[in-house]
């Protein structure tokens, strides 16, 4: 008869036991519906036309499920109250982090610090600081004294009151870098290979453009249906060929947000290109949070964007462009091409709103 056999399909390249277990685990349920234990794989990373790099057979091991789940429910009985909440960066990803983050946020938790580490929460808590009130009552260099807090004391001190008084706090003066002539960039590109797809960028405050990556649609320029230029090229070092040309050999910085769009130039730009941009090409999220801090847990383009109002087109995130953006080259599908600029248009357009809302709310600020 009829079998259902599982596939877990991941993105990264390799298992651990966490994904061992999660087979496992598909596998006893489909054992107790359909009585006999069906055959299972993974399929790990991805590429073209959206096969997996790998497929690996899996091997049942019923006793290590069973001995995991001995474990969990030890731990559970062990507990007659439930757990003190602490947010870390794996939250984000938890069906219960809006819950938990409320109960956070009600007593000002100190786990609300982002980017505050394990080692330094604990030697806090070890001091009777528990809480984000108790952190303000702390000057800069005393809280220098915890272990791994050097740095980034006041930033810390400012997250703290931005939580507590629920707005922004700027603790210090935004970058002459940020305030200057500068263009912004957003690159999309398959995560397994880092080489890219499509590059938006703007110039200033002028309306965003792209570059997608296309051997099979040779029209050289597309105009979108919201006006939006849209240039084709035959391949990725194509695209940075012709983006190195649009910005020029000025010193105006290029700004991106984290490491992600900068590492893609470095490794899979040609040599030229990274000799060209490489030092041009800056992090507004850093000069963003050396200068202000919001009550955002994380500070992702998204969490940022979101908090100062902006939101992203309906269903937008890098998969779903992804696969509109595959859509386009086999089967020049037209509405997903626009789907897919529409998302990276909405990435480049934040990075300006953000740079100019630092900008225009720096307390003193002229302009």
């Known amino acids: 008869g009829l079998l259902y ?21 598909y596998i006893w349920m489909l054992g107790q519906l359909q009585g006999i234990e069906p ?30 789940l001995e474990r969990l429910l030890q731990l559970h009985l062990r507990h ?27 007593s000002y938790d100190l786990s609300l610090i982002n980017r505050l580490r394990k080692d330094s929460h604990a030697a806090l808590v070890e001091a009777n600081i528990q809480t984000l009130n108790q952190l303000i009552t702390l000057d800069a260099d005393s809280l220098r004294q915890f272990k791994g807090i050097k740095k980034t004391a006041e930033q810390f001190l400012a997250q703290a009151r931005a939580w507590i008084e629920n707005r922004p706090i700027f603790y210090q003066k935004p970058s002459p870098l940020c305030t ?21 960028w703007s110039h200033a405050d002028d309306p965003s453009a792209m570059i997608l990556v296309s051997e099979r649609h040779t029209e050289g320029k597309l105009i979108l249906p919201n006006q939006q230029q849209v240039f084709v090229v035959p ?8 983006f190195a040309e649009i910005v020029g050999d000025g010193d105006a910085p290029i700004f991106h947000w984290s ?22 090409f ?27 109002g902006f939101h992203w087109s309906e269903g937008s995130n890098w ?49």
């Open 235 to 242: 391949s990725a070092d194509d695209a940075w060929w012709l």
């Open 80 to 106: 007659d109250q439930e757990p003190d909440v602490y947010i870390d960066s794996r939250c984000k990803a938890c069906q219960w982090f809006t819950s938990c983050g409320k109960t956070a946020v009600a």
């Open 319 to 367: 998969m779903a462009a992804l696969l509109d953006y595959q859509a386009w080259l086999r089967h020049n599908d037209e509405s997903g091409m626009f789907r897919a600029c529409m998302y990276q248009s909405d990435d480049v357009e934040v990075l300006a709103i953000i740079r100019r809302w630092m900008i225009e709310n720096y307390p003193g600020s002229e302009q």
């Open 180 to 200: 200057g002539d500068a263009w912004h960039v957003d690159t999309e590109y398959y995560p397994e290979t880092g080489v890219v797809w499509s590059i938006g």
């Open 5 to 25: 056999a599982p596939i877990e399909i991941k993105q990264y390249n390799s298992i651990d036991v966490s994904d061992a277990l999660q087979l496992d685990c």
């Open 282 to 308: 800056e992090d507004l999220a850093g000069y963003f949070t050396q200068s202000v801090q919001l009550p955002v847990y994380d500070t992702s383009i998204k969490d940022v964007a979101g908090y100062l």
């Open 39 to 68: 055959p299972a794989e993974f399929w790990l990373g991805r590429v073209m036309d959206d096969y997996p790099a790998q497929r690996i057979y899996h091997q049942y091991d019923e006793a290590r499920l069973m001995q995991a």
């Open 259 to 280: 490491s992600a769009d900068k590492v893609a130039l470095k490794n899979n730009a040609p040599i030229d290109v990274v000799e060209r941009l490489m030092d041009r």
